[in-house]
């Protein structure tokens, strides 16, 4: 339990938003210290990503373990999503990005500029004509400018949700209680990647993609928002081979070249058949019990033994 509680505070809390490439690389150099005492080696990858405004986005993916010689790679995005205060509903395994939700997360600037508008008209303009520029309304007029200024500044690609436990700490954490879970045998077989980019254009999907030809022939776990709640639901492509015994499989599919893998996610299905990610993304976003995160890393240890003893077999 103590483990647990120092999990949560570690990745929900102290490095649970994971927004600027800053919050990225530290979160990643405190990660990678914690696995490599479980025996896991970290290879950190950057790509740049130039955009239509000349300028470079970086993206950081974390590589645990020996992916070439692995027979089972799990996967997980780590990066915080826009903060749309729930006003949209969120799925697994769907980019959260989009000129919605992005509108909604910049909202709260754009009011404070309405505001900033209608101060400077009708209060300080009108009573700097009277008194000056050097006046208690030329200063007002100039702070709350300049604050205005540093707000748009920092928040120009959105606001950043504060709060992450469930999307996606949750899978997070899912991982680390079932490396302490594996023996050295297991460790060999299964390695674990960590990309960035999961909320927004799946561009550290696509790093992963490039990794290396060997990777096609791997067998893959997607986990999203596993601490959802307390029944995990399973999705596969139809072109998947993957059986595991006792499961029962929906349709489903991530954009993504890779062709044999499973998907694992908890919570609701909808009508369109997707899964629903509730309080995703807003600050509702702030309970991970223990049980349920136990409860899935065992589901997830059995689904990991039967894949990798099933190659054994054959």
């Known amino acids: 339990m103590e483990i647990f509680k120092d999990l949560v505070l570690r990745y929900c809390i102290i490095f649970g938003k994971r927004f600027s490439s800053t919050e990225k690389l530290t979160f990643l150099r405190v990660l990678s210290k914690e696995l490599m005492q479980l025996g896991y080696m970290v290879d950190v990858k950057l790509a740049k990503l130039k955009l239509a405004t000349r300028r470079y986005e970086n993206y950081y993916n974390a590589y645990i373990g020996d992916l070439n010689k692995a027979e089972l790679i799990i996967c997980t995005y780590y990066d915080t999503g826009l903060n749309n205060f729930n006003l949209q509903k969120n799925y697994a395994f769907s980019p959260q990005f989009s000129k919605l939700s992005y509108f909604i997360s910049i909202a709260p600037i754009l009011f404070l500029f309405i505001v900033s508008l209608i101060?400077?008209?009708?209060?300080?303009?009108?009573?700097?004509?009277?008194?000056?520029?050097?006046?208690?309304?030329?200063?007002?007029?100039?702070?709350s400018t300049v604050i205005l200024f540093l707000f748009v500044l920092k928040f120009k690609s959105g606001i950043p949700n504060q709060k992450n436990f469930v999307c996606n700490s949750s899978s997070i954490i899912t991982i680390i209680n079932l490396i302490n879970q594996l023996n050295k045998k297991e460790k060999k077989k299964i390695a674990f990647v960590l990309y960035d980019g999961g909320n927004s254009s799946q561009y550290g999907l696509k790093m992963l993609e490039s990794y290396s030809k060997q990777l096609k022939s791997k067998k893959f776990i997607f986990i999203d928002s596993i601490g959802n709640s307390e029944t995990l639901i399973f999705l596969k492509p139809q072109q998947s081979n993957l059986q595991v015994e006792n499961i029962t499989f929906h349709t489903g599919q991530m954009e993504t070249k890779l062709l044999n893998y499973i998907m694992i996610s908890s919570g609701s299905i909808d009508k369109n058949s997707k899964i629903i990610i509730h309080n995703a993304h807003s600050p509702k976003d702030s309970h991970?019990?223990?049980?349920?995160?136990e409860k899935h890393t065992q589901s997830l240890l059995a689904i990991c033994r039967s894949l990798i003893n099933d190659n054994a077999d054959k």
Do not use: A, E
């Open 119 to 143: 101060l400077n008209y009708f209060v300080f303009v009108p009573d700097i004509r009277n008194h000056g520029f050097f006046s208690i309304s030329g200063i007002s007029s100039i702070i």
């Open 288 to 293: 991970l019990p223990n049980k349920v995160i």
